[in-house]
């Protein structure tokens, strides 16, 4: 079963806006992990967090973690085109358990 | 980090027919993930696969229908057998090294 739920479902903003999803789970986690999916294609990895963590930044992507809501938000800044696809939050370990996802759009 | 290969990249199959989807990794690993993504849905596990012993299956995916093969430690295969339009998905295989997934670009499959 899905460990829990990603908001929105679909976003769509203008280039250099900022993006921010938010993922929420149900279960007590080690780390939580985010992944980028192009047009239906492979999975790329953004960025893991680890349990004891609550904030982690890669480049333009900022998480946070917060363990107490068990809820996490991946923020990219300056939005660029390219940045539109499909983002997931996964929990679980080994076998992972993924959100529903969010679609983003970037407007040129 | 690990490059991962999936043959075929898609695919058009009629009902009752089977299709065996490979993934080849580019270092050893123990374990590797098959993943089933649906269309318009988030990814779902079907199994793990382990070298030199049975594959383990998640609840709601049987062997008889998803038969998976690991001949060695950078190789394996999964079957969607007897296809109906419901099998109809992306077909993804992932390794973990250190603590970190990586997937295949993923098998994309249409039945008709």
């Known amino acids: 079963s899905q460990q829990g739920e990603e908001d929105p479902q679909a976003l769509s903003i203008q280039e250099g806006e900022n993006a921010t999803m938010n993922c929420s789970y149900k279960?007590?986690?080690?780390?939580l992990q985010w992944y980028r999916q192009n047009s239906g294609r492979g999975l790329v990895h953004l960025i893991l967090i680890r349990s004891n963590e609550r904030e982690k930044h890669s480049g333009r992507l900022r998480v946070t973690l917060d363990t107490s809501k068990k809820s996490s938000s991946l923020l990219i800044t300056a939005s660029r085109a390219a940045d539109t696809a499909s983002y997931f939050c996964?929990?679980?370990?080994?076998?992972?358990?993924f959100g529903q996802g969010t679609r983003l759009t970037i407007n040129p | 980090s690990a490059v991962i290969s999936q043959k075929p990249s898609r695919d058009i199959c009629q009902r009752g027919t089977s299709l065996t989807i490979q993934c080849q990794v580019d270092s050893q690993v123990t374990m590797m993930f098959w993943y089933r993504q649906q269309p318009g849905q988030s990814l779902t596990l079907i199994a793990t696969?382990?070298?030199?012993?049975?594959?383990?299956?998640e609840s709601g995916f049987v062997i008889d229908k998803f038969p998976i093969s690991r001949p060695n430690l950078t190789f394996s295969t999964l079957t969607v057998s007897n296809m109906s339009p419901e099998d109809s998905s992306i077909y993804l295989c992932?390794?973990?090294?250190?603590?970190?997934?990586?997937f295949g670009p993923g098998t994309r499959l249409t039945v008709l």
């Open positions: 279960t007590s986690i080690n780390n």
């Open positions: 996964a929990t679980g370990g080994q076998k992972l358990v």
């Open positions: 992932s390794v973990e090294i250190n603590v970190r997934q990586y």
């Open positions: 696969a382990n070298q030199g012993s049975e594959a383990t299956y």
